[in-house]
C-alpha cells in the first residue's frame, strides 16, 4: 500500500514538472546569415528594408554576416552597425556596400572572384583582430573595384588585395592597423589616402602598383617592400609623390618638392616627395599638367572671341 503511495507521489511530481516543458513551443533559433537572393528577395532578417535595388538597415544588425547574391544593387547601413558579422560578394558586379559600421567581426567586407565594379565607400571599419582579420580583402582575380572614403582603424589588417589587380583605393583614413595596405596584385592605385600610425603602412609583395598623394604619418614601418619589385611612387614634377612623415631631406627652392628622393629601397624611391602635408581634397585625378593646357586653351579661345569681334566692328564702321 505505501509503495503504491509513493509510485503515485512520483508521478504527480513527473506531471507537474513534464506538463508545463511539454507546453513550451519550439524556438526557430535567427539566422547566422542574411541573404540578398538573385531574385531580389531578403532572407534572415527584418531589419533591412527594399526599395528598387537598394537595401537598406532599419536597425543594428548582431552576430549575422550578409551574403549578396544580387548584381547592380546597393546595401546602404544608414549608419548603423554590422557586429561581430562580415559582408561577403562573390562573382558579384556593380554592388555598392556603403554607411555602415563594422566592428568585432572576423572579417569585414570581402569581395572575391570574378567580382567587377563594385563599390566599398564611406564605411567605419574597426576591431577586425582575427588571424585573418582584414577589414576590406579584394581577393582571387575580383578586379576594377573601388575603395574609397572609408575609415579604417585598430584592425590586423586594414585593405588587402590578394591576387586582384586594377582596384582604386583613394582618400581613405587608415590608422592603427597592424597593416595598414597590404598588396599582393598589380596595376592597383593607392592615392590620396591618409596613412597613419600602422605598424607597416604599406606592404608590397608583387610590384607594379602606383602609390602617389598619400600621406604616411607616424608609421613604425612605412613601407615593407617583401620582393622588392618596383612600384611607381610619384606621378613627376611638378605634381609629385607622397608625404612622408620620417623624410629628412630639404626644399631649397620652396616649391613643397623635395630636393632629393624619397629612398625606400633599392629598386623603389619616391622622386618627388612633398615637403608638407597633402591637402587629399585638393589633389586632381587627372595630370597636374593638364591645368595649365586648359587654362592656355580658354585665354586663346578668349583672345580669337575677342579678336573676331574687333574685327567685325571694324568692317561695320568701313
Known amino acids: 500500500m505505501k509503495s503504491r503511495k509513493l509510485i503515485l507521489v512520483i508521478l504527480l511530481v513527473f506531471s507537474v514538472i513534464l506538463v508545463p516543458i511539454l507546453q513550451i513551443e519550439e524556438v526557430e533559433p535567427q539566422s547566422s546569415t542574411i541573404y540578398i537572393r538573385a531574385d531580389g528577395t531578403v532572407e534572415g532578417t527584418g531589419t ?3 526599395e528598387g535595388n537598394v537595401y537598406t538597415f532599419t536597425d543594428n544588425v548582431v552576430n549575422q554576416s550578409i551574403l549578396v547574391e544580387r548584381d547592380n544593387v546597393v546595401v546602404d547601413g544608414a549608419s548603423y552597425t554590422l557586429e561581430g558579422g562580415h559582408i561577403w560578394l562573390e562573382n558579384r558586379r556593380n554592388v555598392t556596400i556603403k554607411n555602415i559600421e563594422i566592428i568585432r ?6 569581395i572575391m572572384g570574378n ?10 571599419i574597426s576591431e577586425i583582430k582575427t588571424s585573418t582579420g ?16 572609408n575609415i579604417i582603424s585598430n584592425n590586423s589588417v586594414g585593405i588587402k588585395v590578394d591576387m586582384s589587380g586594377s582596384t582604386t583605393i583613394s582618400e581613405n583614413y587608415i590608422s592603427s592597423n597592424g597593416m595598414g595596405i597590404w598588396l599582393s ?11 597613419i600610425n600602422n605598424e607597416i603602412g604599406v606592404r608590397d609583395f608583387v610590384g607594379g602598383n602606383f602609390i602617389q598623394h598619400n600621406n604616411f604619418v607616424n608609421n613604425s614601418v612605412t613601407v615593407h617592400e617583401s620582393l622588392l619589385d618596383r612600384n611607381v611612387w610619384d606621378d613627376g614634377y ?9 623624410y629628412n631631406g630639404t626644399d631649397n627652392n620652396g616649391d613643397g618638392i623635395g630636393d632629393t628622393p624619397y629612398i625606400i629601397d633599392e629598386n623603389n624611391q619616391d622622386n618627388y616627395p612633398f615637403i608638407n602635408l597633402i591637402d587629399i581634397e585638393t589633389i586632381p585625378e587627372f595630370p597636374s599638367w593638364t591645368i595649365p593646357v586648359a587654362g592656355f586653351s580658354v585665354a586663346l579661345v578668349l583672345s580669337i572671341i575677342y579678336r573676331t569681334r574687333v574685327q567685325g566692328k571694324k568692317n561695320e564702321e568701313k
Do not use: C, H, M
Open 185 to 195: 596584385g598589380n596595376q592597383n592605385r593607392i592615392v590620396r589616402n591618409e596613412i
Open 115 to 124: 567580382s567587377i565594379n563594385n563599390s566599398i565607400i564611406e564605411n567605419k
Open 134 to 149: 582584414n577589414a576590406i580583402w579584394i581577393y582571387l582575380g575580383a578586379s576594377n573595384n573601388i575603395i574609397s572614403g
Open 105 to 110: 567581426s572576423d572579417e569585414g567586407v570581402r
Open 238 to 246: 611638378p605634381s609629385g609623390g607622397n608625404f612622408w612623415s620620417n
Open 48 to 50: 533591412i528594408q527594399t
